[in-house]
């Protein structure tokens, strides 16, 4: 008797650790993994067309540490027209000038005011951001990459995109009517 109870309770924890396994798989099914997602973001910055004539851009990550570890991987580097001059990290707005804040987290209002005020792009992987008055949204459709532009906010924010890449994203025009 006691073999058998034995073998059940491994059987059991065997279980436990694969629904746990298999759940947690789940949760980050969510979102797409940060390289593609960072290198996408970097791709659409060029279809901003203040950068047209720039050739560097800063970025601040707000509450994303993940994000952050990719993109400072690109500092200094070429991703395709732009250098990536330098990439900041904290959970507080950026203490310096930048062109684009990465929202993971934090006081969405209050980053997306002074972005607006700064004429900063706002960027995140975070689709529920989009009505919170965040631009620009990367995130995971269905397992394939999904682009979500905010043209109300992009306008607020002073972002001109070009037309190529508003007819590959989907776009909205709504916002919460406290974001402004």
């Known amino acids: 008797m ?3 109870i034995d073998r059940y309770k491994e059987l059991f924890r065997q279980a436990v ?4 396994l298999v759940m947690s798989s789940v949760a980050f099914a ?3 993994p940060d390289k593609l997602t960072v290198a996408i973001i970097f791709k659409l910055i060029e ?3 203040r950068f047209d004539k720039r050739e560097s851009v800063k970025v601040h990550v707000i509450s994303s540490a993940s994000i952050a570890s990719v993109m400072a991987g690109y500092q200094g580097k070429r991703f395709n ?3 990536i001059m330098k990439v900041t990290h904290s959970d507080k707005l950026p203490e310096s000038e930048v062109d684009v804040i990465f929202i993971g987290g934090g006081k969405i209002k209050e ?3 002074h972005a607006r005020e ?3 792009l706002t960027v995140t992987n975070r689709p529920d951001y989009s009505k919170d008055g965040v631009s620009l949204i990367v995130f995971n459709d269905e397992g394939l990459p999904g682009i979500l532009i905010n043209t109300v906010s992009s306008g607020l924010e002073g972002v001109l995109w070009k ?3 508003l007819d590959v994203a989907r776009t909205i025009d709504e916002y919460k009517s406290d974001s402004l």
Not at 17 to 20: C, N
């Open 2 to 4: 006691k073999v058998f």
């Open 17 to 20: 650790m694969l629904s746990m």
């Open 30 to 32: 969510d979102s797409l």
């Open 47 to 49: 279809y901003d067309e």
């Open 81 to 83: 027209n732009l250098e």
């Open 111 to 113: 980053i997306v005011d």
């Open 118 to 120: 700064n004429r900063v």
């Open 163 to 165: 037309p190529e890449v």
